[in-house]
C-alpha cells in the first residue's frame, strides 16, 4: 500500500528539483505543464484545456494524506480504504463499532457519518509567484536573510490571494527553487462516510502480498462532501466507463504523488543511503515492534493501535525497498553518470558559469544535516514525544507566539491561509486513548535518551526524576489536553493561557521549544537555504542543456501521469495484467481460508451471487509514488477505470528512478468495484450513482 505517511517528515526538510527529458511513460507532470509532445507523438492523443481542468477539478486531496476523485455530482468522493482508516477508526471510537473489521455502508444520507477531522482540498487555479519570490531574495544576502526574505514574501502572497480569493493559498516550490506556483483550494470539512468494506477484503493478502501482484484487493472508501448540512453539488466529477481497463489501453493518473528524490546530488543520495534511511528505518523498526506488543495484549488493543501499526509498517516496507535502490551499484552508476555529463555541459557552457559550484555546495550541507537531523527529527520532528496530546500542545503553545506576530514573520506552517486547517484539526474532537498515548511517549522518550544521551542536560529535564515510562505515564494522564473544550480555552487564551496554564504536555512543550527551533533554524539556515538556491542553479542548467520540457519531483500537490495497462515479465514468467474474483476465491481455497488470505464470511455467503469472470485488480505502467493512493485511473475520455492503490515491488525505486520493464502501478478495476458493491454489498443504489443511473 502507498499511503502517504508519517514518513515524509522523518528526514526533515527536503527540497524538489526537475526530473530528467521523460522516457518511456516517465513522469509527474504539472496540470499546467502537461505532456502534450510525447503524448501526441506516442500514443496521438491531445488533452485540450477544458479536459485538463475538468481532471483537475474531479481530484481531491485528502490533507491526511492520499488522494481522491469525485465520482458524482452529488459529492460522492472515491479513495482508498488504507486512505481513509484513520476516519474509520475514529468513527469505531465515537460509534462504539469496528467499522474497520467489519465494513460500513449507509443506505440514506442520513446515516453517512461524518469524520472527525478530515479535510479535502480541490486545486481551483494555478498562478506563477516565481518573479515576485525570487525578486525578495538579493545576491548579496546572507542565508538566514534569503530565508527570511523568502518565507515573507510567499506569507504575502499567500494571504493577500486568501483575502482576495477566500481560497485557501498555498505557494508551491517546484523544480527545487527554481520556480514558485501559488496553488488555490477550495476546502471541504464536512466529509461523511458512505461505505467501507472490511479491511481483510481491502488488505487481502496481508503482508505476504503488499507490494505484490497478482493482488485481489477491494481497497476503496467512499466519503461524500457536505455543504450547507446538504450534499455538495459538483460541477467537474469523472463519469465511470462502462468497458473498464483494457489491456494496452492509454490511461492517466490524476493524483498528489507525496515525495521523490529523483535528481538530487549524487551525494545527496548517498545522504539517503547512509544516515537518512537508516535513521527512519531504525525509527520504524522500534514503532512498529512497540505497536505490534502493544496490540497483542488484546483485541481491544489490536483495533486501536490498527491504524497506526499499519502505517507504521507499510513505511517500513517502502523504505526498505528504498534503500535497497540506493545499495543497488547500478543504480548509484546511472545517477553519477548522469551528473558527471551535466556537471560536463555546464563547464563548457561559458552562460551557465555561475552554475558550477552548485554540486559542491549541496555535498558541503551534507556535513551539518547529518550532524543535526536525529536531533532535529527528535526534537523539532516531535519524535522524541511521539503522542497525539505533545502535538497539540506543541500547536497551542507556537500558536500563541506565532499569532502575535506579523504574518510575513511567522513560521511557515502558522501562515494566515493555513490558519482555518490548523484550526480545524486542533479543535476537532477524537477519542484519545491514553494507555496507547503513554506507551508510544515510553518509547519515543527512550528513543530521545539513546540518541542525545540519559545525562544530557535537557533529557534530564524532560524526564523529571522519572523513568521514561514513569514520566509517559504521568505526563499523559495528568493532561487535560484531550478535552476539546480545554484547547479551545487556551488556543483562544493566546499567550497569557499558555503563561498560566500547568497542564504538563503543556510545560513539556514550552521546555523544547527553544532548543527545538535552534535546531530549526540551524536546518534552514545551514542546509535548507543554501541547498536550494544551489539547486536552484542546477535547474537553471538543466533547463539550459535538456529544455524545459520535463516535470517537476513530487510535492503533495496534483500531478498528471500517463501510461498504458500492461502486464510484465518475472522470473521468467509473464504476469497477466488483470486478476478477476474467481482466482480470489482460488487463492483462498489454496491457503484454507486461513489469514491473511481468508475471506470475510460475507464474502463466502454471497459467492454465487457474483460474476467470477469480472476483473478485480489490474497493472499498469503510470509514474506514482506514495500519495497517489486513491487516485483514479481515468481513459481517454477522462472516465474512471480503476482506482490505485500500491505499486509492485518493482516499483520501489521509483523514488529515485522510474523504470517500466517491471515496475507497475496496482489498481482496482472499475467493473470490480461495482461488481462488488451490487452482488457483496447490496449497495446497488451506491453503484447506480457512480455509473450515473440516478
Same mark, same amino acid.
Given at each position: 500500500m502507498r499511503a502517504l505517511t508519517i514518513t515524509l517528515t522523518l528526514l526533515g526538510p527536503t527540497l524538489m528539483m526537475a526530473a530528467t527529458p521523460a522516457r518511456a511513460d516517465e513522469g509527474m507532470w504539472l496540470f499546467n505543464n502537461p505532456p502534450r509532445k510525447i503524448l501526441k507523438e506516442k500514443y496521438n492523443f491531445e488533452p485540450t484545456e477544458q479536459w485538463l481542468e475538468h481532471v483537475q477539478k474531479s481530484s481531491v486531496r485528502f490533507n491526511t494524506g492520499g488522494s481522491g476523485s469525485f465520482v458524482s455530482p452529488h459529492g460522492l468522493v472515491m479513495t482508498n480504504h488504507h486512505v481513509g482508516l484513520g476516519a474509520l477508526q475514529k468513527l469505531s471510537d465515537i460509534k462504539k463499532k469496528d467499522y474497520v473489521k467489519e465494513g460500513f455502508y449507509a443506505k440514506t444520507h442520513a446515516e453517512e457519518f461524518q469524520a472527525v477531522d478530515e479535510e479535502l482540498n480541490v486545486l481551483m487555479e494555478i498562478i506563477d509567484v516565481t518573479d515576485r519570490v525570487k525578486a525578495a531574495v538579493k545576491a548579496d544576502m546572507k542565508p538566514e536573510q534569503a530565508f527570511e526574505a523568502r518565507r515573507s514574501v510567499i506569507a504575502t502572497i499567500e494571504a493577500e490571494s486568501l483575502k482576495k480569493t477566500g481560497l485557501r493559498s498555498n505557494v508551491v516550490t517546484l523544480y527545487q527553487g527554481n520556480k514558485y506556483h501559488l496553488y488555490r483550494y477550495k476546502r471541504y470539512t464536512d466529509v461523511r462516510l458512505v461505505f467501507a468494506p472490511e479491511q481483510q477484503i481491502a488488505f487481502y493478502g496481508g503482508?505476504?502480498?503488499?507490494?505484490?501482484?497478482?493482488?485481489?484487493?477491494?481497497?476503496?472508501?467512499l466519503f461524500r462532501v457536505y455543504e450547507n448540512d446538504k450534499p455538495a453539488k459538483i460541477e467537474h466529477y469523472l463519469k465511470w466507463s462502462k468497458a473498464g481497463a483494457a489491456?494496452?489501453?492509454?490511461?492517466?493518473?490524476?493524483?498528489?504523488?507525496g515525495n521523490t528524490d529523483r535528481?538530487?546530488?549524487?551525494?545527496?543520495?548517498?545522504?539517503?543511503?547512509?544516515?537518512?534511511?537508516?535513521?527512519?528505518?531504525?525509527?520504524?523498526?522500534?514503532?512498529?515492534v512497540m505497536l505490534s506488543v502493544y496490540s497483542a495484549y488484546s483485541e481491544e488493543h489490536e483495533r486501536k493501535a490498527k491504524d497506526l501499526l499499519f502505517s507504521v509498517a507499510n513505511s517500513r516496507k517502502a523504505r526498505e525497498g528504498g534503500l535497497e535502490g540506493l545499495l543497488d551499484p547500478s543504480l548509484m552508476k546511472k545517477k553519477a553518470d548522469y551528473e558527471k555529463n551535466l556537471r560536463d555541459a555546464v563547464a563548457k557552457n561559458p552562460n551557465l558559469a555561475d552554475c558550477a559550484d552548485a554540486w559542491d555546495v549541496i555535498a558541503k550541507v551534507q556535513g551539518p544535516r547529518a550532524q543535526n537531523i536525529k536531533k532535529y527529527t527528535l526534537l523539532e520532528g516531535g519524535a522524541g514525544f511521539l503522542t497525539t496530546l505533545f502535538t497539540y500542545a506543541r500547536t497551542l503553545v507556537r500558536a500563541a507566539d506565532e499569532f502575535a506576530k506579523p504574518n510575513a514573520e511567522r513560521l511557515s506552517e502558522f501562515g494566515e491561509s493555513d490558519k482555518e486547517s490548523l484550526e480545524f484539526k486542533l479543535l476537532a474532537?477524537?477519542?484519545?486513548?491514553?494507555?496507547?498515548?503513554?506507551?508510544?511517549?515510553?518509547?519515543?522518550?527512550?528513543?530521545?535518551? &539513546?540518541?542525545? =544521551?540519559?545525562?544530557?542536560?535537557?533529557?534530564?529535564?524532560?524526564?523529571?526524576?522519572?523513568n521514561p515510562r514513569e514520566r509517559a505515564f504521568e505526563l499523559v494522564n495528568g493532561s487535560q489536553l484531550s478535552d476539546v473544550a480545554v484547547r479551545k480555552k487556551l488556543y483562544e487564551g493566546g499567550k497569557s493561557a499558555i503563561e498560566a496554564s500547568n497542564d504538563p504536555m503543556i510545560l513539556l512543550a514550552k521546555l523544547v521549544d527553544k532548543d527545538a527551533r535552534a535546531l530549526r533554524k540551524t536546518i534552514e539556515n545551514e542546509v535548507e537555504e543554501p541547498k536550494k538556491q544551489a539547486y536552484d542553479k542546477i535547474a537553471k542548467a538543466k533547463f539550459a542543456v535538456e529544455g524545459t520540457d520535463t516535470y517537476p519531483d513530487a510535492t503533495f500537490t496534483l500531478r498528471l501521469s500517463f501510461g498504458v495497462v500492461k502486464?510484465? &515479465?518475472?522470473? =521468467?514468467?509473464?504476469?497477466?495484467?488483470?486478476t478477476n474474483f474467481a482466482g480470489l476465491y482460488e487463492t483462498a481455497a489454496a491457503h484454507k481460508n486461513k489469514y491473511p488470505f481468508d475471506l470475510p464470511q460475507r464474502w463466502i455467503d454471497k459467492k454465487d451471487k457474483l460474476n467470477l469472470k469480472v476483473p478485480f485488480n489490474f497493472v499498469c505502467t503510470p509514474d506514482i509514488i506514495g500519495g497517489n493512493s486513491g487516485s483514479p485511473i481515468i481513459n481517454k475520455a477522462g472516465e474512471v477505470v480503476g482506482l490505485v492503490f500500491d505499486g509492485n515491488i518493482q516499483s520501489l525505486v521509483w523514488d529515485f528512478v522510474y523504470t517500466e520493464e517491471q515496475g507497475r502501478t496496482v489498481a482496482v478495476h472499475s467493473h470490480g468495484i461495482t461488481e462488488a458493491l451490487r452482488a457483496v454489498y447490496d449497495a446497488g443504489a451506491l453503484a447506480d450513482e457512480m455509473q450515473g443511473k440516478q
Open positions: 503482508d505476504p502480498d503488499n507490494f505484490a501482484f497478482p493482488r485481489y484487493d477491494l481497497d476503496i472508501c489491456d494496452n489501453e492509454l490511461v492517466f493518473v490524476s493524483g498528489h504523488p535528481l538530487n546530488t549524487v551525494a545527496e543520495l548517498e545522504y539517503l543511503r547512509d544516515v537518512g534511511y537508516p535513521f527512519i528505518l531504525n525509527r520504524l523498526h522500534r514503532m512498529e474532537a477524537r477519542a484519545i486513548h491514553k494507555d496507547l498515548e503513554a506507551t508510544k511517549l515510553a518509547d519515543s522518550l527512550t528513543f530521545l535518551c &539513546e540518541v542525545y =544521551g540519559y545525562n544530557d542536560k535537557l533529557v534530564q529535564q524532560v524526564l523529571a526524576g522519572k502486464g510484465y &515479465e518475472e522470473a =521468467g514468467k509473464k504476469v497477466p495484467f488483470e
